[in-house]
């Protein structure tokens, strides 16, 4: 589904004002599931959550860490809830046996790199990792989710789109109120300049850590090519504008609903429209997941990467959980 219109902006207009009722039900209810106690486990756990629905680059702050870790020399496993996915687990995604229909395209961008757990019930799912050797937990998302007690909570924050109109769910896209969610949380990571104001809107004195995305090696190699651009992600419009920041020549560009669930028919027409403009097919690493396996070779990919403005910030807040993690026996 794609975010109504009246999410972004001010939220003025009728919509969010008859919303309101349900917004504030809501909230009530995210306010209780918070409150309950968590499972409290040996080894650090480390979320990257933030305050709205949709994305706001939790994946790609998760796998910095995870990166991060490994050169400590620490096993991190990722822990997720599976969004789009339809097994519950905990289950181990196997990137050559699960697809996204499965365990849903995060979960198989985080296992290509390190272990990466799919479980609707958080406790259970670091649990199973734990008993495999993990020494510590990444969770993708999950600040709203109590399963788990968290040893380092960061709120990430989309520069571009902040909080949108400030609104809880269904009234506008905040999943309970953002002094709410920051009050949970050691740092916020703002991607991104600040453009929607968004960090007016944190509690004094939280720590800002800055952070951009950047592309991958790959890109050097798109300038002054034509490109049809296509993906299902939460703000596509920044997946376009990368793609010209290095040079690309957007020939054409068909964004789709975040998490959009390609299939053969959808990349054939995708297809048909890049050959009628003689330009290269390309969509993001999270979209490519999602594509049929016969249509990939067809298709390029532009990844990305996160650059800390200061890496050292980020680094001394792992310092404390490095210290903590058990030693193998």
């Not at 229909?101 to 259970?124: F, M």
């Amino acid at each position: 589904m794609r975010a109504p219109d009246f999410w972004s902006g001010d939220g003025g207009g009728i919509a969010p004002l008859l919303l309101s009722p349900l917004a504030a039900l809501y909230g009530a209810a995210t306010a209780r599931r918070v409150a309950r106690p968590g499972l409290q486990l040996p080894i650090p756990v480390i979320c990257c959550g933030n305050a709205t629905a949709g994305g706001a680059g939790k994946t790609t702050v998760s796998l910095d860490i995870g990166q991060r870790l490994a050169h400590r020399g620490v096993a991190a496993h990722f822990l997720t809830r599976g969004y789009g996915g339809s097994l519950k687990g905990p289950v181990r995604v196997d990137i050559e046996r699960h697809d996204s229909k499965a365990v849903g395209d995060e979960a198989l961008l985080l296992a290509g790199t390190r272990p990466t757990w799919v479980a609707g019930d958080r406790a259970a799912g670091g649990q199973a990792a734990m008993a495999n050797g993990a020494q510590a937990l990444i969770m993708d998302d999950g600040l709203q989710n109590p399963g788990l007690n968290k040893d380092l909570s960061l709120l990430v924050v989309d520069g571009n789109y902040g909080f949108g109109n400030g609104r809880i769910i269904p009234a506008g896209p905040l999943r309970e109120p953002v002094q709410a969610a920051a009050s949970r949380t050691r740092a916020a990571v703002l991607i991104g300049e600040d453009e929607s104001g968004a960090l007016a809107q944190l509690p004094p004195g939280l720590p800002v850590l800055r952070a951009r995305l950047v592309p991958g090696p790959e890109a050097e190699l798109l300038a002054g090519q034509p490109v049809f651009a296509f993906c299902g992600i939460a703000n596509p419009r920044k997946f376009f504008n990368s793609l010209q920041e290095v040079g690309a020549v957007v020939a054409g560009r068909m964004p789709y609903a975040d998490h959009y669930p390609f299939d053969s028919g959808d990349l054939r027409e995708l297809l048909a429209e890049a050959d009628r403009l003689r330009a290269t097919p390309i969509t993001t690493a999270k979209d490519f997941v999602r594509i049929p396996p016969a249509f990939r070779s067809r298709v390029k990919v532009l990844t990305i990467r996160l650059k800390w403005d200061d890496p050292l910030a980020i680094e001394a807040l792992l310092d404390p959980l490095a210290q903590r993690v058990p030693v193998p026996a």
